[in-house]
């Protein structure tokens, strides 16, 4: 069985939970023995840079 990962070149905030983000499709043979949605299992916000600034304070700290 032959695994193929399918992704966005990029993902861009906000995910939403639960949201499909790719895709995973199994072959044997050539031939498609099932294809699955992966799926983010946590919500990710949209950050702006004050937020990123934010972040980086707390890593000094």
């Known amino acids: 069985m032959v ?13 939403k939970h639960r949201q499909a983000v790719g895709k995973v499709e199994f072959t044997k043979d050539g031939k498609t023995i099932a294809v ?6 946590q919500e990710v ?6 937020d990123i600034f934010k972040m980086l304070l707390k890593l000094e700290l």
């Open 3 to 15: 695994p193929k990962l399918t992704l966005p070149k990029e993902l861009s905030a906000p995910v």
């Open 36 to 41: 699955y949605n992966l799926i983010a299992d």
């Open 45 to 50: 916000e949209k950050k702006n840079i004050f």
